[in-house]
């Protein structure tokens, strides 16, 4: 019995160790999603097979993506889950959340596409619900400041108009740049989303301040209405904001 068990444990042993190896090399290019939940557990849990404590995980909560959004008191009605390793994958999203933002700390200024891009797929990194934020900009387009306006469900979420305004007016904006996040949805505005821009608009044309544009982040990317030609124009005339939605 002693030595049947140490035989097991020199090849899992092993089996960890070219893990360790292939991941030395490619990094998880070509892992499954369960190789890598089980690589991950190697650092909860030093002395079992953790093969099938991965597979339970992707059978119980669908896939990887949703392994680390699931709470830490699911995650230990799994079998072969205990507090550390709840702790540890619970915490791989923020983790990872706090290193897009520290990624993009540096950026100042949202002057060219890339910077844009950037600073919004950070800003909505693993967000499962969505939020609208409100980034307000000086005339040389240098953040003053970042709000979020609010938070909602997964498909719908509610703006305040006076809310918006009154962070814009505060941070001394000329400008501000508008996003939300489709975290199920296409990265492309829909005709709500367009109204309520416009609604937005024409509530801080008074104010002497200006809509650059409007971000909606998707886990397949990210779109400008402005790019699109979706967003709404100010009328010098009038100084009327008109749409036409899709």
């Not at 008191?73 to 983790?95: K, Y």
């Not at 967000?127 to 387009?141: G, M």
Request: include cysteine; charged fraction near 20%.
């Amino acid at each position: 019995m002693a030595g049947g068990a140490q035989a097991g444990g020199t090849q899992h042993e092993k089996h960890r160790q070219r893990m360790y190896r292939r991941v030395e090399k490619t990094g998880f290019e070509g892992f499954s999603e369960h190789e890598v939940l089980e690589y991950i557990l190697y650092f909860a849990v030093p002395r079992r097979d953790t093969n099938p404590i991965a597979h339970a995980l992707t059978e119980r909560f669908g896939g990887f993506a949703q392994v680390l959004e699931a709470g830490e008191q699911e995650l230990l009605e799994v079998p072969g889950i205990g507090p550390t390793s709840a702790r540890l994958l619970h915490s791989l999203l923020g983790i990872g959340r706090y290193y897009a933002h520290c990624k993009t700390s540096n950026i100042r200024f949202l002057r060219t596409d890339t910077e844009k891009e950037a600073y919004f797929s950070a800003l909505f990194y693993g967000q499962s619900s969505e939020s609208f934020w409100l980034i307000a900009l000086d005339d040389r387009l240098r953040i003053l400041r970042r709000a979020k306006i609010s938070e909602g469900v997964s498909n719908a979420v509610g703006t305040s108009v006076s809310r918006i305004a009154a962070e814009a007016v505060s941070a001394s904006a000329t400008g501000v740049v508008l996003a939300h996040n489709h975290p199920t949805g296409f990265a492309a505005p829909s005709a709500g989303d367009i109204a309520a821009t416009a609604q937005i608009m024409q509530a801080l044309r008074p104010l002497n301040i200006f809509v650059l544009d409007h971000y909606i982040v998707t886990p397949d990317g990210v779109c400008s209405m402005k790019q699109r030609g979706n967003l709404p124009r100010y009328n010098p005339a009038t100084g009327e904001v008109c749409y036409i939605h899709e």
